[in-house]
């Protein structure tokens, strides 16, 4: 399997300097490494991708078939969309469930192609703000001084994510 990435993160280290009030170049390394990880935080929290991808099983991957019947594809997250052969299939003719995909062997002809697309598909504002805050929280306290858990996170990136999301933790 193959995963494309059909958007790029649209969040700058240009923008994230501007929002902490950082006016040097000396830290850019850990803001860099702050902008990925907050991506994979609001990712993990929302139980979603937040930038367009598609995930892409050719031939030789589409071989399982599962005892009742199914092919089985992992993927990261809930798919909104999915093809055969550049084929949507509607909702009703494919399974979601624990980041997998599940379709009837009959929807799947021999040497077929699959693909998966997941991500946010209109404008990430919002959840670039959610990572702004976040990323201010982690530049502010760099070492574990917080009265947070490890696994919370602060209230503003949970405001903000809980009112684009259907998902609450």
């Known amino acids: 399997m193959t995963i494309e990435t059909t958007a790029p993160d649209s969040l700058s280290i240009d923008t994230v300097k501007e929002h902490i009030l950082v006016y040097h170049n000396e830290d850019d390394a850990i803001l860099q490494h702050y ?12 139980h979603s991708s937040t930038l367009l991808q598609t995930y892409v099983n050719t031939a030789q991957e589409v071989a399982y078939v599962t005892p009742d019947g199914y092919y089985d594809f992992k993927i990261g997250y809930t ?3 999915v093809e055969v052969n550049g084929t949507e299939l509607m909702p009703n003719e494919f399974k979601n469930y624990n980041a997998r995909v599940r379709i009837s062997e009959d929807l799947i002809p021999p040497g077929a ?4 697309y997941v991500g946010f598909i209109d404008d990430i504002s919002e959840i670039n703000q ?16 917080s009265t947070l858990s490890i696994n919370e996170l602060p209230d503003g990136v949970k405001f903000i ?3 684009i999301s259907d998902v609450s933790v």
């Open 79 to 81: 798919p909104y969309k």
């Open 113 to 116: 192609t699959v693909k998966a």
């Open 161 to 163: 994510l809980d009112n």
């Open 130 to 145: 959610a990572r702004l805050l976040l990323i201010g929280s982690w530049y502010s306290h760099r070492e574990n001084t």
């Open 35 to 46: 902008i990925k990880a907050s991506l994979n935080a609001v990712n993990g929290y929302m």
